[in-house]
C-alpha cells in the first residue's frame, strides 16, 4: 500500500486515484469526492391493449391504452476530487497533456479507491475512458489561515463499484 498523506490520517475516510500506465500504485489522495451519480432514463412506451374499458354502454369498448416503463440510455455525471494543495505534480501534468491536444491518448482507465481511516479499503470503484474536465485552485491570501484547496473534475464512460478483493 503506498505511503498515506500525514493530513488524512485523522479524517475518517479518503479516496486514492489510481490511473492505467502510472509509476505509483495511488496518484493522488483526495479528502472528498463528489457528484457521483448513476442515473438510467426511462422511456415509456403506449400501446392499445385488446381489452375491454369503460362501462358497458360506452360506444368503444375494446382498446385500452397501456403504458409500459422500459429502461433508457445511462447517464455518468462528472464527479469531482478535492484535496489540499500537494506538492506532486501527477495530475497537473495529465490536465497539461489533455490541454495540449492529446486528449484521446489521454483517456485513461483506472480505479478510486474509498480508504478507511485505517488505510483499509473501504469501497472501489472502477472508471474506463476519464479524462479531466476542469481544475479549480481556491482563493487565497496570504494573511489567510485558509489551506489553499484544489479541485479536479473528470469525466468518463464507465463507472461501477466493483468487488472488494480479499487482499484488501
Do not use: H
Not at 47 to 72: F, H, I, Y
Not at 91 to 106: D, F, L, M, R, T
Request: negative net charge; hydrophobic residues 40%.
Amino acid at each position: 500500500m503506498a505511503q498515506t498523506p500525514e493530513i488524512l490520517t485523522n479524517s475518517r475516510f479518503y479516496v486514492g486515484l489510481s490511473l492505467d500506465g502510472s509509476q505509483d500504485p495511488v496518484d493522488a489522495f483526495f479528502r472528498e469526492c463528489k457528484g457521483f451519480k448513476y442515473s438510467q432514463e426511462v422511456v415509456e412506451i403506449q400501446e392499445v391493449a385488446p381489452e375491454a374499458w369503460g362501462s358497458a354502454d360506452a360506444s368503444a369498448k375494446m382498446g385500452r391504452l397501456v403504458t409500459t416503463k422500459l429502461p433508457g440510455q445511462i447517464k455518468l455525471n462528472n464527479f469531482t476530487l478535492v484535496r489540499s494543495l500537494t506538492a506532486s505534480q501527477t495530475i497537473w501534468k495529465w490536465i497539461k497533456a489533455v490541454q495540449e491536444g492529446g486528449w484521446a491518448q489521454q483517456r485513461r482507465n483506472g480505479f478510486l479507491v474509498v480508504y478507511r481511516n485505517n488505510a483499509e479499503e473501504g469501497a472501489r470503484f472502477v472508471f474506463e475512458n476519464a479524462w479531466p474536465t476542469s481544475y479549480k485552485f481556491s482563493d487565497v491570501k496570504a494573511g489567510g489561515s485558509d489551506l489553499a484547496i484544489e479541485e479536479l473534475e473528470i469525466a468518463c464512460e464507465l463507472f461501477e463499484r466493483v468487488e472488494l478483493s480479499d487482499e484488501s
